[in-house]
């Protein structure tokens, strides 16, 4: 059947006239199950066209958030260095190294205070 499938193809494809085509097939059965195997190839074939579409579009969209998010974030970085340059400190390559130092400057000053009360 696969055969007849093919050439029925082959045949549409030609242009042959559907005259033609249908006295190649021995009944009408096989005709019609070889009309509607290329029906769902046809169907087959846009669906897929439309997926790949989609696809496309899907990945053009998230192509774009990455574009935007990574200005943002490159903005963001730009404030933390202009902020972290007004107070004297070297740029900041991450900004959990801001939290970092935060901490360890609150841990710091914790020390201290407690050194402190103790030598009182």
């Known amino acids: 059947m696969l055969e007849k499938f093919i ?3 082959h045949s549409k494809h030609e242009g042959l006239s559907d005259y033609y085509v249908t006295q190649t097939y021995n009944n009408m059965q096989e005709l019609l ?5 290329e029906a769902e ?8 066209e439309s997926l790949e579409q989609k696809l496309s579009q899907d990945s053009q969209i998230l192509h774009n ?11 963001l970085q ?13 740029q900041v390559v991450n900004p ?12 710091q000053s914790l020390c201290d205070d407690e050194v402190c009360h103790e030598s009182v």
């Open 96 to 107: 959990n190294d801001i939290i970092e130092a935060l901490t360890g400057d609150i841990d």
């Open 33 to 37: 199950y070889v009309q509607f195997l």
């Open 7 to 9: 050439q029925y193809c």
């Open 41 to 48: 190839l046809q169907t087959q074939l846009k669906l897929n």
């Open 65 to 75: 958030i990455i574009d935007m998010e990574t200005r943002k974030t490159q903005k």
């Open 78 to 90: 730009n404030r933390i260095n202009h902020v972290m340059s007004l107070f004297g400190c070297h």
